[in-house]
Protein backbone atom coordinates (compact mmCIF):
# COMPACT_ATOMS: atom_id res chain seq x y z
CA UNK A 1 0.00 0.00 0.00
CA UNK A 2 1.87 3.83 -0.75
CA UNK A 3 1.63 5.42 2.25
CA UNK A 4 3.59 8.36 3.21
CA UNK A 5 4.75 8.50 6.86
CA UNK A 6 6.08 11.97 8.82
CA UNK A 7 7.91 12.39 12.15
CA UNK A 8 7.63 13.60 14.86
CA UNK A 9 4.17 14.87 14.92
CA UNK A 10 5.00 18.06 16.68
CA UNK A 11 7.91 19.74 17.42
CA UNK A 12 8.71 22.27 19.81
CA UNK A 13 12.10 24.15 19.04
CA UNK A 14 13.61 27.18 20.63
CA UNK A 15 14.22 30.28 18.03
CA UNK A 16 17.69 30.54 16.61
CA UNK A 17 18.08 26.90 17.03
CA UNK A 18 17.80 23.60 13.64
CA UNK A 19 15.59 21.13 13.45
CA UNK A 20 15.04 17.77 10.79
CA UNK A 21 11.91 16.94 9.85
CA UNK A 22 11.37 13.40 8.23
CA UNK A 23 9.32 11.59 5.64
CA UNK A 24 9.47 7.63 4.89
CA UNK A 25 7.38 6.51 1.83
CA UNK A 26 6.41 3.72 0.59
CA UNK A 27 5.49 4.70 -2.47
CA UNK A 28 6.62 2.86 -5.88
CA UNK A 29 7.49 3.22 -8.56
CA UNK A 30 8.35 6.52 -7.24
CA UNK A 31 8.05 10.22 -9.15
CA UNK A 32 9.20 13.26 -6.67
CA UNK A 33 8.37 14.74 -3.27
CA UNK A 34 7.41 17.76 -2.42
CA UNK A 35 7.65 19.57 1.15
CA UNK A 36 4.92 21.88 1.39
CA UNK A 37 4.72 24.72 4.45
CA UNK A 38 1.04 25.62 5.58
CA UNK A 39 0.86 28.09 8.35
CA UNK A 40 -1.93 28.41 10.50
CA UNK A 41 -5.36 29.63 8.63
CA UNK A 42 -3.62 29.56 5.34
CA UNK A 43 -3.05 27.12 2.47
CA UNK A 44 -0.21 24.53 1.86
CA UNK A 45 2.78 26.53 0.14
CA UNK A 46 5.64 24.06 -1.88
CA UNK A 47 8.95 25.15 -0.31
CA UNK A 48 10.83 22.23 -2.82
CA UNK A 49 11.00 19.42 -4.82
CA UNK A 50 12.82 16.35 -4.85
CA UNK A 51 13.33 14.19 -8.10
CA UNK A 52 14.33 10.58 -8.42
CA UNK A 53 18.11 11.29 -8.96
CA UNK A 54 18.41 14.58 -6.40
CA UNK A 55 20.33 14.00 -3.53
CA UNK A 56 20.10 17.45 -1.80
CA UNK A 57 18.24 21.07 -2.46
CA UNK A 58 18.28 24.16 -0.70
CA UNK A 59 15.66 26.92 -0.25
CA UNK A 60 17.07 29.79 1.65
CA UNK A 61 17.04 28.42 5.10
CA UNK A 62 15.50 25.01 4.01
CA UNK A 63 17.52 22.04 3.19
CA UNK A 64 16.04 18.90 1.83
CA UNK A 65 17.56 15.43 1.36
CA UNK A 66 16.13 12.14 -0.84
CA UNK A 67 17.26 8.72 -0.12
CA UNK A 68 15.29 6.66 -3.05
CA UNK A 69 17.27 3.44 -1.91
CA UNK A 70 15.63 3.86 1.42
CA UNK A 71 12.54 5.82 0.24
CA UNK A 72 13.76 8.67 2.94
CA UNK A 73 13.85 12.30 3.00
CA UNK A 74 14.38 14.86 5.43
CA UNK A 75 13.78 18.65 5.46
CA UNK A 76 16.42 20.73 8.07
CA UNK A 77 15.64 23.94 8.89
CA UNK A 78 18.86 25.79 9.88
CA UNK A 79 18.69 29.35 12.21
CA UNK A 80 14.65 28.90 12.96
CA UNK A 81 12.74 31.88 13.16
CA UNK A 82 9.27 32.45 15.02
CA UNK A 83 7.75 32.33 11.25
CA UNK A 84 8.58 28.84 10.75
CA UNK A 85 6.02 27.88 12.92
CA UNK A 86 3.84 26.16 10.59
CA UNK A 87 2.80 22.61 9.81
CA UNK A 88 5.11 20.79 7.48
CA UNK A 89 3.64 18.12 4.91
CA UNK A 90 5.13 15.43 3.12
CA UNK A 91 4.27 14.83 -0.38
CA UNK A 92 4.88 12.11 -2.90
CA UNK A 93 3.71 11.42 -6.01
CA UNK A 94 4.06 7.93 -7.73
CA UNK A 95 5.63 7.03 -11.22
CA UNK A 96 3.27 7.02 -14.58
CA UNK A 97 0.19 9.30 -13.47
CA UNK A 98 -0.13 8.05 -10.25
CA UNK A 99 -1.83 9.97 -7.67
CA UNK A 100 -0.39 12.41 -4.93
CA UNK A 101 0.08 10.70 -1.17
CA UNK A 102 -0.19 12.84 1.50
CA UNK A 103 1.52 13.03 4.69
CA UNK A 104 0.05 13.60 7.90
CA UNK A 105 2.53 16.89 8.80
CA UNK A 106 4.21 17.71 11.56
CA UNK A 107 3.72 20.36 13.40
CA UNK A 108 6.45 23.31 14.03
CA UNK A 109 6.28 25.78 16.68
CA UNK A 110 9.35 27.89 16.77
CA UNK A 111 9.45 29.65 20.63
CA UNK A 112 11.21 32.78 21.54
CA UNK B 1 -0.95 36.83 -11.32
CA UNK B 2 -3.89 36.00 -8.98
CA UNK B 3 -3.77 33.15 -6.81
CA UNK B 4 -6.66 30.31 -6.13
CA UNK B 5 -9.30 31.86 -4.72
CA UNK B 6 -12.08 30.09 -2.46
CA UNK B 7 -14.91 31.62 -0.82
CA UNK B 8 -16.43 31.67 1.30
CA UNK B 9 -13.49 31.43 3.84
CA UNK B 10 -15.83 30.69 6.74
CA UNK B 11 -19.60 29.53 7.16
CA UNK B 12 -21.26 28.04 9.71
CA UNK B 13 -24.16 25.04 9.02
CA UNK B 14 -26.46 23.05 11.40
CA UNK B 15 -26.50 18.99 10.81
CA UNK B 16 -29.11 18.34 7.56
CA UNK B 17 -28.38 20.71 5.77
CA UNK B 18 -26.17 21.12 2.46
CA UNK B 19 -23.23 23.63 1.50
CA UNK B 20 -21.35 24.84 -1.88
CA UNK B 21 -18.03 25.49 -1.66
CA UNK B 22 -16.31 28.40 -4.53
CA UNK B 23 -12.72 28.10 -6.04
CA UNK B 24 -11.26 29.97 -8.63
CA UNK B 25 -8.11 28.21 -9.73
CA UNK B 26 -5.26 30.51 -11.35
CA UNK B 27 -6.17 31.68 -14.46
CA UNK B 28 -4.33 28.70 -17.27
CA UNK B 29 -4.62 26.05 -15.07
CA UNK B 30 -6.95 23.43 -15.87
CA UNK B 31 -7.02 21.43 -13.06
CA UNK B 32 -8.75 22.01 -9.60
CA UNK B 33 -8.51 19.39 -7.24
CA UNK B 34 -10.85 19.71 -3.87
CA UNK B 35 -9.52 18.11 -0.06
CA UNK B 36 -10.41 17.68 3.23
CA UNK B 37 -8.11 18.93 6.41
CA UNK B 38 -9.16 17.77 10.06
CA UNK B 39 -6.62 18.00 12.82
CA UNK B 40 -6.65 14.22 12.84
CA UNK B 41 -6.63 13.04 9.13
CA UNK B 42 -4.31 15.51 7.57
CA UNK B 43 -5.28 15.98 3.73
CA UNK B 44 -7.39 13.71 2.33
CA UNK B 45 -8.04 13.61 -1.03
CA UNK B 46 -12.11 14.48 -2.50
CA UNK B 47 -11.85 14.25 -6.03
CA UNK B 48 -9.89 16.43 -9.06
CA UNK B 49 -11.52 18.12 -12.02
CA UNK B 50 -10.04 18.49 -15.52
CA UNK B 51 -11.15 20.61 -17.81
CA UNK B 52 -14.96 20.17 -16.69
CA UNK B 53 -14.37 16.21 -16.03
CA UNK B 54 -14.22 14.54 -13.10
CA UNK B 55 -10.50 12.39 -13.40
CA UNK B 56 -9.85 11.11 -10.26
CA UNK B 57 -12.32 10.33 -6.60
CA UNK B 58 -11.38 10.13 -3.40
CA UNK B 59 -12.94 7.76 -0.48
CA UNK B 60 -15.46 9.60 -0.02
CA UNK B 61 -19.34 9.13 0.13
CA UNK B 62 -21.66 9.96 -2.30
CA UNK B 63 -22.68 13.58 -0.38
CA UNK B 64 -19.85 14.80 -1.72
CA UNK B 65 -19.67 16.13 -5.27
CA UNK B 66 -18.25 18.71 -7.17
CA UNK B 67 -18.12 20.29 -11.04
CA UNK B 68 -15.93 22.24 -12.93
CA UNK B 69 -17.73 24.76 -15.11
CA UNK B 70 -15.57 25.73 -18.65
CA UNK B 71 -14.06 28.68 -16.69
CA UNK B 72 -12.14 26.57 -14.64
CA UNK B 73 -13.98 27.78 -12.10
CA UNK B 74 -15.06 24.62 -9.73
CA UNK B 75 -17.61 24.49 -7.14
CA UNK B 76 -17.82 21.09 -4.42
CA UNK B 77 -21.71 20.57 -2.55
CA UNK B 78 -21.92 18.56 0.39
CA UNK B 79 -25.33 17.15 1.45
CA UNK B 80 -27.12 16.62 4.46
CA UNK B 81 -24.23 17.93 6.55
CA UNK B 82 -22.65 15.21 9.38
CA UNK B 83 -21.13 16.92 12.38
CA UNK B 84 -17.79 14.92 10.91
CA UNK B 85 -17.98 17.14 8.27
CA UNK B 86 -16.74 20.15 10.01
CA UNK B 87 -13.06 20.88 8.51
CA UNK B 88 -11.04 23.50 6.17
CA UNK B 89 -12.00 22.56 2.95
CA UNK B 90 -9.06 23.42 0.63
CA UNK B 91 -8.94 24.14 -3.38
CA UNK B 92 -5.55 23.25 -5.47
CA UNK B 93 -5.24 24.26 -8.74
CA UNK B 94 -2.53 23.37 -11.54
CA UNK B 95 -1.36 23.47 -14.99
CA UNK B 96 -1.60 19.35 -15.53
CA UNK B 97 -3.25 17.94 -13.07
CA UNK B 98 -2.00 15.41 -9.75
CA UNK B 99 -0.93 13.11 -12.64
CA UNK B 100 2.03 15.38 -14.26
CA UNK B 101 4.59 16.13 -11.55
CA UNK B 102 3.74 20.42 -11.62
CA UNK B 103 3.07 21.71 -8.55
CA UNK B 104 0.02 22.08 -6.62
CA UNK B 105 -1.46 25.92 -5.63
CA UNK B 106 -3.61 25.97 -2.92
CA UNK B 107 -6.11 28.33 -2.11
CA UNK B 108 -6.54 29.44 1.54
CA UNK B 109 -9.68 27.37 2.53
CA UNK B 110 -13.23 27.62 3.27
CA UNK B 111 -13.53 26.51 7.13
CA UNK B 112 -16.82 24.70 7.55
CA UNK B 113 -18.52 24.46 10.86
CA UNK B 114 -21.03 21.72 11.10
CA UNK B 115 -23.37 22.51 14.31
Known amino acids: KNQVEQSPQSLIILEGKNCTLQCNYTVSPFSNLRWYKQDTGRGPVSLTIMTFSENTKSNGRYTATLDADTKQSSLHITASQLSDSASYICVVKGNQGGKLIFGQGTELSVKP | KAGVTQTPRYLIKTRGQQVTLSCSPI?????VSWYQQTPGQGLQFLFE???????NKGNFPGRFSGRQFSNSRSEMNVSTLELGDSALYLC??????????????FGEGSRLTVL
Open chain 2, 92 to 105: ASSLQGQGYTGELF
Open chain 2, 49 to 55: YFSETQR
Open chain 2, 27 to 31: SGHRS
